[in-house]
């Protein structure tokens, strides 16, 4: 995700949500935010699925929710949010999620320096304890092109 | 991006399109399709938007094309449709696109074995030779589960 | 890492380090091991050098400690040892190890499929809390070529 | 790789490999280099090793020549050598090296900004066009700690 800082005054999880179009398209929900963690979720829908043989959701969306819930632990690292901008990211998916079942991902950041934030990220269709993805990732915090 | 294989007959086109509601619902085009190659793209739209600062296309539907365009090049690597699921997939981030620009990928699947195909893309918004991602990734090739 | 089987009856610690020429070479030690865990380290020594200016050990040989690691970590959540070899490996540098410091790496096989083993490491110098490098890979499992 | 910047006045080619003591007990080569771009080389030796049963090199020879090529190919896009330091790497292994048989590397800074520089690279042992392995990586240009 890229992040802009002119909205500062809003709350971290109105910003991860309702100031996001893409986001607010997807449905994205923040669960719950803590120091340089956090939790967002989304619902399965018809739209987002990404085999229609199956109705298991698009992996674009899985993408989409943890590149978001990465920004948001990024985000949770400070007292004040930074201009933020997601600089890789990698994914990789362990099983399809269940058919018909909506997604949730907690990320952890887990060091920041000047200009980078790494964080590391989980995503689960049902159990907790049995993961679809998880995902490693580095951002650039104040990017400036 | 997860492709069973019940409707191996449709056209590649149509399968990477038509038939997966997420692609639908993004709106990627396929622009170009070639042996182990493939160009699809995403139109700008207001609810694609990541940053609404800023009017720029969200990273997740840079990443959701990129997966997408991925898995069409692996599939078009093959004379006959196979069922592929992503495995793993990075993504560099160069720089953010334009405001209210489309954004276009053209991905090239380089090796393929019994087991895992082999993929890079890169995508642009305005000019092919000034890009905003670069991604490498792996492919499972008949995924049992 | 690659490994074949050919040697299964050694113990997996003496197969980690001393049939393998370049972990010898690298004086790469087997600190500890476990269920689906594993935890290696090298010691300091001029030839392993980076950074002729500061003395700080070599990022190439941090890259060898985690995927003879991670190797570990994979053969360690089988009852008997499988063949295997590294399909991908991410690794994110967080900081320059201290000078003429050793690293020590743990190594976690979170999740395996039938012909995939997914894994994460960590590597640190002096404060396991002080992390230098994380990691995150794909195995393959039983390869053929 | 991590390279200060006080013996710039030596040739990069004499940097990339008498200076650095691992690459010197590596055994790299500088075979070529250009605008963004460079090519090194490793021998087979029998202490480089991974799998003693069929005498392939091992992978962390292989990711340790990558990461050295991309710090080329970095430094090879500037006038003068900027300090530089990996900070994140993927590798894809697409077979095993042919065994007694050395690795030559190419790489490509395809992008810098200035604090990052991006990079590709490709590894084969025999055949140029039958690749053993592949990257992608970022670089930190001028990191300060």
């Known amino acids: 995700m890229r992040m802009s800082d002119s909205y500062d005054t809003a709350t971290l999880a ?15 929900k923040l669960v719950a935010v803590g120091q340089g963690r956090g939790t967002m979720t ?5 739209d987002l699925v990404g085999d229609p043989d199956t109705g298991v959701i698009a992996s674009g969306v899985v993408t989409a929710l943890i590149d978001h819930t990465c920004g948001l632990a990024i985000n949770a690292a400070f007292d004040l949010p930074a201009p933020i901008a997601t600089l890789d990211l ?5 099983r399809a999620a269940a058919p018909r079942t909506g997604v949730t991902c907690e990320a952890f950041g887990y060091k920041t320096t000047r200009s980078i934030g790494f964080v590391r990220a989980e995503a689960w269709d049902v159990d907790r304890g049995d993961l679809i993805a998880t995902a490693q990732a580095a951002f650039m915090i104040n990017p400036r092109s």
């Open 14 to 28: 109105a910003r991860m949500t309702e100031y996001v179009p893409h986001a607010l398209a997807l449905g994205l």
């Open 42 to 46: 989304v619902a399965w829908r018809e």
């Open 90 to 94: 990698r994914i990789d998916y362990l």
